[in-house]
């Protein structure tokens, strides 16, 4: 059965400086794999997705994750941090081939220091 | 075109008492999903329907039924209401006859059980 990890629940990085989101999946087959963002009081916004065609998936707002097999990650990442990017970040995995089930990380609350 | 429409926005029971939460989609897909949002949980799955007539259960499925009767609607039903059951629900439908679909999100029910 697919799981995944977010391994840090809260992030704190000064605007303008680097944003690092890390995640981790397990799955039995190929996995497909997104992040979405949720604002205060929001609903749930697709950020990315993983497509297989790259490795590196580009996606809205600066945001980029970088899908490595060996490692089994899925790490967001964006260059520098803008005080509207202070937000909940959910890594997702699922495989659609195999059943039905989406299955969401627990989140990680990023927040942009001034 | 409304997406995905979950009813009602807001809801207060006492503890034993029962609702039914419904969920409707108008773009056609097949698969469709019951989660909830606790903070620190991120959204955890309940239930899901790969197609009309069939439902499995998700993480945390006890205390729930949920029924397909048609494509388009996946309601969800709470029978004797418990305190524990206080969170946000999100409905969610998937196109799933193309890779990588992301989910389309319905705006939430905020339940609170006294």
């Known amino acids: 059965a697919q799981s995944v990890t977010q391994l840090d629940s809260h992030v704190s990085v000064s605007e303008g400086t680097p944003v690092l989101l890390r995640c981790n999946y397990s799955?039995?087959?190929?996995?497909?794999l997104f992040w979405y963002v949720q604002h205060p009081n929001k609903g749930l916004q697709l950020l990315l997705k993983?497509?297989?065609?790259?490795?590196l998936v580009k996606g809205i707002n600066g945001f980029e994750a970088e899908f490595k097999k060996s490692e089994t990650s899925f790490h967001l990442t964006k260059p520098s941090a803008h005080m509207s990017d202070a937000a909940e970040y959910f890594c997702?995995?699922?495989?659609?081939?195999?059943?039905?089930?989406?299955?969401f990380g627990k989140g990680t609350r990023l927040h942009i220091l001034p | 075109n409304a997406g995905v429409t979950q009813t009602p926005k807001f809801q207060v029971l006492k503890t034993g008492q029962s609702m039914t939460l419904q969920c409707a989609q108008d773009?056609?897909?097949?698969?469709m999903y019951w989660y909830r949002q606790d903070p620190g949980m991120g959204l955890r799955l309940i239930y899901y329907?790969?197609?009309?007539?069939?439902?499995d259960k998700g993480e945390v499925p006890n205390g729930y039924n949920v029924s397909r009767l048609n494509k388009r609607e996946f309601s969800l039903r709470l029978e004797s209401a418990a305190p524990s059951q206080t969170s946000v629900y999100f409905c969610?439908?998937?196109?799933?006859?193309?890779?990588?679909?992301?989910?389309?999100f319905g705006n939430g029910t905020r339940l609170t059980v006294t």
């Open positions: 773009m056609n897909h097949n698969s």
């Open positions: 997702v995995v699922s495989d659609m081939s195999r059943d039905d089930k989406i299955i």
């Open positions: 329907s790969a197609s009309e007539g069939t439902t």
């Open positions: 969610a439908s998937i196109n799933d006859r193309v890779y990588n679909s992301p989910l389309h």
């Open positions: 993983y497509t297989s065609a790259a490795t």
């Open positions: 799955s039995s087959y190929s996995p497909s």
